[in-house]
């Protein structure tokens, strides 16, 4: 079950939204043959990627802002690519275009470091936008609470799409993320779970300000947790259903 898209238009371009993926997809396809060299893609994350040990030392502080945009493979940066193409935009739209940019960089490496935190002694390098996307999730909860996001539902032969409020989804996409942490030993890798909750608790509280300055609970009164716009609508699609 993932997110495909939501109902939430932004009201105005989001350029930082379409930069940020452009640098991950340029960076990623920057390096990609690297990864038919076991050495020469060891050596590269080694240099760029979080090394939770190297940081306890006080050294490579650099890489909390590096390891942001690289990605392990084509389905990590597509599924992360994904939501912040989802989330992304509306956040933008809310904060503007240069405080979003600085909030996405501050959570990126506010997830990093609880990354390091959860596993300081690992070697294992970390890479991913994966931590700072998680913030933007966490503001667009706070933001938009009962906008509605259409889940891709696939249950081997029952496949669906239907949309829920964001709250629900982010709801259990965070509650997976803080049992996954629980359930792991972050010093062996793997994914970072810590990372993600992390990323997301830090997106909610750096934009509590903003929404306080909106109005806080009377926004929440005001536009019922929803877009302060009408929803996208999206045509059913034109294939017959066919009963059993």
Same mark, same amino acid.
């Given at each position: 079950m993932f997110p495909i898209r939501d109902h939430n238009p932004s009201g105005r371009t989001p350029y930082v939204t379409y930069m940020l993926l452009a640098a991950n997809i340029g960076m990623f396809v920057s390096y990609v043959g690297l990864f #038919? #060299? $076991?050495?020469?893609i060891n050596a590269f994350f080694n240099a760029y990627a979080i090394l939770p040990a190297r940081i306890s030392t006080g050294d490579g502080f650099q890489t909390l802002v590096t390891s942001m945009f690289l990605h392990g493979g084509w389905m990590h940066l597509i599924g992360n690519m994904l939501f912040l /193409?989802?989330? @992304? #935009?509306? %956040?933008e739209d809310e904060m503007g275009?240069?405080?979003?940019?600085?909030?996405? &960089?501050?959570?990126g490496? !506010? $997830? @990093?470091?609880?990354? %390091?935190?959860? !596993?300081?002694?690992? &070697?294992?390098?970390t890479v991913g936008a994966s931590g700072a996307i998680a913030g933007v999730m966490g503001a667009y909860l706070l933001l938009f609470p009962r906008a509605r996001v259409d889940i891709f539902l696939f249950l081997v032969v029952y496949v669906k799409i239907f949309p829920i409020p964001a709250w629900i989804m982010l709801a259990v /996409?965070? @509650?997976?993320?803080?049992m996954g942490g629980l359930g792991s030993d972050p010093q062996a890798g793997g994914v970072a779970y810590w990372a993600h909750a992390g990323g997301f608790i830090a997106g909610l509280i750096l934009t509590a300000p903003l929404w306080l300055r909106l109005g806080g609970p009377t926004f929440w009164d005001r536009t019922h947790g929803r877009p302060p716009h009408p929803e996208a609508v999206y045509a059913r699609s034109s294939i017959p259903k066919v009963r059993r």
């Open positions: #038919d #060299d $076991a050495r020469a /193409w989802i989330f @992304g #935009d509306n %956040v275009h240069l405080p979003f940019l600085g909030f996405y &960089l501050v959570t490496i !506010a $997830a @990093g470091l609880i990354h %390091v935190v959860s !596993a300081p002694y690992s &070697l294992v390098p /996409w965070f @509650g997976m993320q803080f």
